[in-house]
């Protein structure tokens, strides 16, 4: 189920805000009846109506990218910087991502247009694992790690338990790398952890959501997840 305005957004009839100017000016019908309330939520089996046409529903599209650094995970921005659709110049449904990876961050990016699946991918209780790849200022103690494990303070909420691992240390240059594995996905939330417990992020990557990688991709590729793909994350997302 989504709500009725993202659907027809998502269907080309306008952005979000004027859908729902269109819905309470009374010109949308949800299976022959008019429906004024924002908030209403439809099923793909539900017939709408936009002045009496009805529209079209795309087909759901499920897309890994490999996202190079500086580009916004974003569908368009206000400033014209480049914005992860941009790679996908073929894709002619209204996709958009699935959670964000910060400007200057890498790595595995899914978009989509389903707003179900990308809920179930997003929401923190369905412990959807991601893990990232950080180079670090500094080399952390096994003490620093347990406390990334353990949760940390990212601003005032407390981290969920979490999973740490040194993969090289620079003793020379004083610099490390670590491997981190979460299931949120707050704003900017895996450089905020690596800032409490002492050490700054200089380069940051995705390497895997769930149990998906970007092994076979270079910076800026993509493909389609197969249906095996999308049916194993949507039951491990319902049955953590």
């Known amino acids: 189920m989504e709500r009725l305005q993202k ?5 080309g009839i306008a952005s979000r805000r004027k ?31 936009v002045d009496g046409v009805p529209i079209y ?3 759901p599209r499920y897309i890994l990218l490999y996202k190079p ?12 910087r480049p914005v992860v659709v941009d790679l996908l110049p073929e894709v002619t449904e ?24 990308a809920h179930l991918m997003m929401h923190p209780k369905f412990q959807v694992a991601k893990v990232y790849v950080a180079k670090l200022e500094g080399i952390p103690t096994p003490q620093a790690l347990k406390q990334l494990e353990k949760g940390v303070l990212v601003d005032g909420k407390k981290t969920s338990r979490a999973r740490s691992r040194l993969l090289h240390a620079n003793r020379d240059n004083q610099t490390a790398v670590v491997e981190l594995t979460i299931h949120e996905g707050w704003n900017h939330q895996v ?6 417990i002492g050490h700054p992020v200089t380069k940051l990557k995705r390497e895997r959501f769930a149990f998906l990688g970007v092994q076979d991709l270079q910076a800026g590729d993509w493909r ?12 491990m997302a319902q049955d953590p």
Not at 7 to 11: G, L, P, Q, R
Request: aromatic fraction near 6%; charge should be negative.
């Open 7 to 11: 659907v027809m957004a998502h269907a």
């Open 19 to 49: 859908c729902e100017a269109i819905i309470q000016a009374g010109r949308v019908k949800v299976n022959g009846q008019v429906v004024t309330e924002l908030g209403v939520q439809v099923a793909t089996t539900d017939r709408i109506e």
């Open 57 to 59: 529903k795309e087909e």
């Open 69 to 80: 650094k500086n580009y916004l995970s974003a569908v368009s921005d206000d400033r014209d």
């Open 94 to 117: 209204r996709i958009y991502p699935v959670g964000r990876l910060d400007f200057d961050t890498t790595g595995l990016l899914l978009l989509t247009n389903d707003g179900e699946f």
């Open 191 to 196: 450089k905020k952890m690596f800032e409490a």
């Open 224 to 235: 389609e997840l197969t249906a095996f793909e999308v049916d194993k994350l949507k039951k």
